[in-house]
C-alpha cells in the first residue's frame, strides 16, 4: 500500500516535472519567437531607412552636381561680361578722348562765338527797352526790358561786359527816377466824360421837355389847352370877398355914420389890402399853372435854342467823337492835339449846355482835370547803354581773355 503510495507520488512529481518542463520550453519558444518577430521587424525597418537615406544622398548629390553646373556657368557668364564692360571702359575713355579733342579744337575754331551770342542778347534787349521808350513811351516796359538785360549780363560773368553793366545801371537810375502818366485812369475820366455828355441837358427844348437828361413834370394836353380852370375856385373867393368889407366895415364902428371920413379912409385901406391879397394870389396861380411851361434861362448863343432833336442828337455824337479823338491823341503822345479837343469840348459845353444842371457841372469840373493833366512827360534817353553795346561791338571779340 505504502508502495502503490509512493509511487502514485513519483508519478505525479515526474508528471509535474515534465509538465513543467514543457512549460518552460513552450515559453522559451514564444519568448524566442518575439524577439525573432522584433529583430525582424527591426531589421526591416532599418532596411526601409536605409534605402530613404540612400535615396536622398543620391538626390542630394544630383543637386550639388547641377549646383556645381550652375556656379560654373554663373562665373563663366560674369567673366564674359567683365570682358564686355573692360570693352566698354575702353571705349568710353576712347570716345572721351576724342570728345575732349573735338572740344578743344571747336573752342580753338569759334573762340569768340560765345561772346558774340551774348552781346547780341544784350543789344537786343537794350534795342527793345529803346523803342518801348521812344515809340510808345512806357517807362515800365523800358524798365523791364533793361532789367532783363542786366540780369543776362549778371549771368554771364565776363569782363567783357562791365562797361555795358554800368552804363544800363545808369539808365535804369533815370528811368526809375521819371514819373510815369497813369494812362489807364485817364482812359476812365474820358470815359466818364463820355457818359456824363450823354446825360447832361441842353438848352435847346426836346420833345420830352427843355431839358434832357432832367427829369421835368409835363403837362398833359386837356391842362395846357384850359390853365383858366382852376382858377375858377379862386375868381369864385375873390369875388365874394369885396362883399363881404363893408359888413366888416360897418361893423367896425356901428354908431358912426357910413360917409364920414374916418370911415371911408379904413374902408379904403381895407379894400386896398384885399386888392393886394388878390393879387398875390392871381400871381401864385399863374406862376404854379404855368412855371413848367414857360422858362427863362440865359443862353450865351442864342442859336443854342433853337436847335432841333436831330441837331441835338448829332451835338452829342460830336462831342463823343472829340473824346474818342482825344483818347487818340493821348496813346499818340501829341500834346496840342489833346488840348484842342478838350477846348472845343469845353466850349461847346458852356454855350449849349444848361450850365445850372448838376450833370452840366461834373462835366466841366472834368474837362477842366483832363486839360489840366499832362500826357507827355519828358523822357530820359538810353543813350548809355546803346553807346556802350555799339563799343563792345567796335572792340570785337577775338583778343583771348583771361579765365575764356
Known amino acids: 500500500m505504502l508502495e502503490a503510495t509512493s509511487s502514485v507520488t513519483i508519478d505525479e512529481v ?8 514543457v512549460a518552460t520550453v513552450l515559453i522559451l519558444v514564444v519568448i524566442l519567437a518575439a524577439a525573432g518577430s522584433a529583430l525582424w521587424w527591426q531589421q526591416q525597418r532599418i532596411d526601409k531607412t536605409s534605402r530613404i537615406v540612400a535615396t536622398r544622398m543620391q538626390q542630394i548629390e544630383t543637386q550639388s552636381i547641377q549646383a556645381d553646373q550652375r556656379a560654373r556657368e554663373a562665373m563663366a557668364l560674369a567673366q564674359s561680361q567683365t570682358e564686355k564692360l573692360n570693352q566698354i571702359d575702353a571705349q568710353v575713355k576712347v570716345a572721351r578722348s576724342d570728345f575732349a579733342t573735338i572740344e578743344q579744337s571747336w ?13 547780341n542778347e544784350v543789344e537786343r534787349l537794350v534795342l527793345l527797352a529803346n523803342q518801348q521808350l521812344s515809340l510808345t513811351g512806357q517807362v515800365a516796359g523800358s524798365i523791364a526790358a533793361l532789367e532783363a538785360a542786366q540780369q543776362a549780363i549778371v549771368r ?3 569782363p567783357r561786359f562791365a562797361e555795358v553793366g554800368r552804363a544800363i545801371q545808369s539808365d535804369l537810375s ?28 441842353l438848352l435847346a427844348p426836346t420833345s420830352h421837355g427843355f431839358s434832357q437828361g432832367k427829369s421835368q413834370p409835363t403837362k398833359s394836353a386837356e391842362s395846357e389847352g384850359s390853365p383858366s380852370a382852376p382858377s375858377a375856385p379862386a375868381s369864385a373867393a375873390q369875388s365874394v370877398e369885396p362883399n363881404e368889407a363893408p359888413a366888416k366895415a ?4 356901428p354908431n358912426v355914420s357910413f360917409w364920414s371920413l374916418e370911415t371911408l379912409n379904413h374902408w379904403w385901406q381895407q379894400a386896398g389890402d384885399q386888392a393886394q391879397q388878390m393879387a398875390d394870389q392871381a400871381s401864385s396861380v399863374v406862376s404854379k399853372e404855368f412855371g413848367d411851361i414857360v422858362r427863362i434861362r440865359r443862353a450865351v448863343d442864342a442859336q443854342s435854342l433853337l436847335m432841333s432833336e436831330e441837331q441835338s442828337i448829332a451835338l452829342r455824337s460830336h462831342l463823343r467823337g472829340l473824346v474818342l479823338s482825344a483818347k487818340l491823341a493821348m496813346m499818340m503822345r501829341q500834346t496840342s492835339l489833346w488840348q484842342t479837343e478838350m477846348a472845343q469840348i ?18 466841366l ?23 556802350a553795346v555799339a563799343s563792345l561791338r567796335a572792340k570785337g571779340f577775338n583778343s583771348q581773355q583771361p579765365g575764356n
Do not use: C, M, Y
Not at 14 to 21: G, L, N
Not at 365 to 373: G, N
Open 14 to 21: 515526474v508528471t509535474t516535472r515534465r509538465f513543467s518542463w
Open 107 to 119: 573752342r580753338a575754331f569759334n573762340h569768340g562765338v560765345d561772346d558774340t551770342l551774348r552781346a
Open 156 to 158: 554771364f560773368d565776363s
Open 174 to 201: 533815370r528811368l526809375r527816377a521819371t514819373p510815369d502818366v497813369d494812362i489807364t485812369a485817364l482812359f476812365n475820366k474820358l470815359d466818364r466824360l463820355a457818359e456824363l455828355l450823354s446825360q447832361a441837358p
Open 250 to 253: 360897418t361893423t367896425i364902428a
Open 346 to 363: 469845353s466850349s461847346l459845353v458852356n454855350s449849349r449846355f444848361d450850365l445850372v444842371a448838376p450833370q452840366t457841372k461834373k462835366v
Open 365 to 387: 469840373e472834368l474837362v477842366a482835370q483832363l486839360k489840366a493833366a499832362p500826357i507827355v512827360v519828358q523822357l530820359p534817353s538810353l543813350s548809355d547803354s546803346l553807346n
